[in-house]
């Protein structure tokens, strides 16, 4: 199925609701045509009104513009956006067939009995939903229901996908495998696709870019594995994943290093905050040897795929979260080396983009 790709402009766009909160802060944000850009962040911090605002359902404030290819959209209503929608609870109709769903679009559009039989066809066999075409959503497994909610939304060719939180209401396992399943399709349709979720690691699996949001602002846009390993705020590092908060002493802050259980790190120069983040898979663990610093297990939790030790050093306020192997052999109360790369040490202060 040919669809076509358009770029996604958001112009100093902002949002406040009647009762004057204030929803979404001026944003700009580009999305490039054909790309899967995922809005994400914790709730209440605007995902979702921004999402609204790009398909029309709510207005914006006065001085901003939503450009869609180089059409000026702000002013047209939802229908007249060619936006495709899918939500958290897939919204299809239970008493139609699959075929039927996925034609609906089509049917109220006006267009023939025909011409709609051949697009569901052609989208059945894309979303491989091949023998079910006279099922009802009922009889559908959570994948399956996905799957048509995608082709109805896509039936009627709209320019650009909207998709908010598609996957919130699975349980984790049946989540995981169907993410992978949607991120494949939307590779497949090659869509500009924006996709609104508070789960990072959906994001990470779906998109090709994140929007990170905090409080009805964009905070960072980047791939998942740049915000993961080079945040430019320390609300980044945080949300993409775990991560150590180290406090240094005045002295080490002023030597440009960091001791980590009596072992002295000479920190990048950039990294000249008094508090510097790590994530626990960058803290090293093994025997005790020179240049390494010392630690004591205070804690270990076997995760199934790893284990998480907790670690108590010298130097270090607090303890310190690390993940080994699972087949690493420390127990709590011994005494373990450590060493941290200093490339893996992250800044806590907002980098200016
Ligand atoms: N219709 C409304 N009237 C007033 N305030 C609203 C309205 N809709 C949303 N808000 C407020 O705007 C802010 C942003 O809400 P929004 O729904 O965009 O957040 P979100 O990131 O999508 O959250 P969630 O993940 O919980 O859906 C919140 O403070 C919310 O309370």
């Not at 996925?102 to 011409?115: F, P, T």
């Not at 602002?217 to 791939?223: E, K, L, M």
Request: hydrophobic share 40%; aromatic share 4%; charged share 25%.
């Amino acid at each position: 199925m040919e669809l076509e790709r358009i770029p996604v402009e958001i112009d100093h766009c902002s949002k406040t609701y009647a009762d004057g909160t204030r929803g979404l802060q001026p944003t700009s944000l580009h999305v490039e045509p054909g790309e899967v850009l995922a809005l994400l962040g914790p709730s209440g911090c605007g995902k979702t009104t921004l999402l609204r605002l790009i398909a029309g359902l709510e207005t914006l404030d006065p001085g901003g513009r939503i450009l869609f290819g180089d059409q000026d959209v702000t002013h047209r209503p939802v229908e007249q956006r060619g936006v495709g929608m899918v939500f958290q609870s897939y919204a299809l109709f239970p008493q139609m067939s699959v075929a039927a769903n996925i034609g609906y679009g089509l049917r109220i559009r006006g267009v023939s009995a025909a011409e709609e039989r051949r697009a569901v066809g052609e989208l059945v066999e894309l979303t491989r939903l091949n023998g079910l075409e006279s099922k009802r959503p009922g009889e559908l497994s959570g994948g399956q229901r996905q799957r048509v909610a995608l082709a109805r939304a896509v039936a009627v060719r709209p320019r650009v996908l909207l998709l908010d939180e598609p996957l919130a209401a699975l349980d984790a396992k049946l989540k995981e495998s169907l993410r992978e399943e949607l991120a494949e399709l939307l590779r497949r349709l090659h869509i500009t696709a924006i996709h609104v979720t508070h789960d990072q690691q959906e994001a990470m699996a779906i998109a090709d870019r994140l929007a990170v949001m905090r409080a009805g602002h964009i905070v960072q846009v980047g791939r998942g594995e740049d915000l993961y390993r080079a945040p430019a705020h320390p609300f980044v590092a945080e949300f993409l994943g775990r991560v150590n908060r180290i406090e240094r002493s005045p002295e080490s802050l002023a030597r440009g290093v960091l001791t980590i259980g009596g072992a002295t790190l000479t920190c990048p120069p950039a990294l000249d905050q008094p508090a510097l983040l790590v994530r626990p898979e960058d803290i090293q663990v093994g025997p005790r040897q020179d240049g390494w610093g010392v630690a004591r297990v205070e804690q270990r939790s076997f995760l199934g795929d790893r284990v998480q030790l907790r670690l108590a050093a010298a130097g270090v306020p607090g303890t310190l979260l690390a993940d080994v192997a699972r087949d690493a052999p420390y127990r709590c109360g011994d005494e373990v080396g450590i060493h941290i790369d200093p490339q893996h040490l992250m800044s806590t202060a907002e980098s200016k983009p």
